[in-house]
């Protein structure tokens, strides 16, 4: 059972929308992950922070921002979706070099 | 840089036939390494994983996965597989790093 939680489930949005997409976890892992996932394709890491305050990018160019304000709370944001970002984003949390647990994933469709 | 790399892009068995799925990963040093698995509809949850000691590990459902440090595998194995198998299954590599490279994936289907 996930601790690990990610709204919307999904989201169909405009092209030129701001959208953030939520991840919170209640387990106060200290790392945060967001990875990208197209079918058929493997995950991409985007987006990842090791603590409060600390963000980093990912293997995987993208347009998105981060935060980690809070430990729990690690929110990505477009600021002008487009086509292109139609994909399954997921989020993922663990304590040190641990097991990581995902949260269910958003579906963004942009049209 | 770090790979994953999953040979086997869609499988189709029968019921109690045996699973073998290959992965392959680049790099010369200590590696943790994992298997998930995605069901229909659901989260990614880990399958099993190997930090050190017993180069076999056992893991949820009877799968189990041999390390061969020589061959950089981690191949994914389970004798006798079910329908509710029918899964997506990951192989993750994590080394020197706090990233997990992903491999991109082996769909199972299992027909009754």
């Known amino acids: 059972e996930a601790d690990i939680y990610q709204t919307p489930r999904y989201l169909v949005i405009g092209t030129g929308k701001k959208i953030t997409l939520e991840c919170s976890q209640t387990m106060g892992h200290d790392k945060m992950y967001w990875y990208q996932q197209d079918p058929g394709m493997e995950l991409h890491l985007i987006h990842y922070?090791?603590?409060?305050?600390?963000?980093e990018k990912g293997d995987l160019s993208s347009e998105s921002t981060v935060s980690r304000i809070r430990t729990e709370h690690f929110p990505l944001t477009l600021e002008s979706a487009r086509p292109s970002h139609t994909s399954q984003y997921l989020c993922?949390?663990?304590?040190?070099?641990?097991?990581?647990?995902f949260g269910n994933g958003t579906r963004l469709t942009v049209t | 840089a770090q790979s994953v790399s999953q040979h086997n892009h869609h499988v189709i068995l029968s019921e109690a036939a045996s699973l073998e799925l290959g992965c392959n990963y680049s790099?010369?040093?200590?590696?943790?390494l994992f298997w998930y698995v995605q069901y229909p509809g659901q989260h990614l949850q880990l399958l099993l994983k190997?930090?050190?000691?017993?180069?076999l590990v056992k893991g949820i459902k009877g799968f189990e996965a041999e390390f061969i440090k020589s061959k950089f595998s981690f191949n994914l194995r389970k004798p006798s597989v079910q329908w509710s198998d029918t899964a997506e299954y990951f192989c993750?590599?994590?080394?020197?790093?706090?990233?997990?490279?992903f491999g991109t994936g082996t769909r199972l289907q299992v027909f009754p």
């Open positions: 993922a949390s663990r304590r040190g070099q641990l097991t990581l647990h």
């Open positions: 922070s090791y603590g409060v305050n600390s963000t």
């Open positions: 790099y010369g040093g200590t590696v943790n």
């Open positions: 993750a590599v994590n080394a020197d790093t706090d990233k997990l490279i």
């Open positions: 190997y930090f050190s000691g017993d180069p």
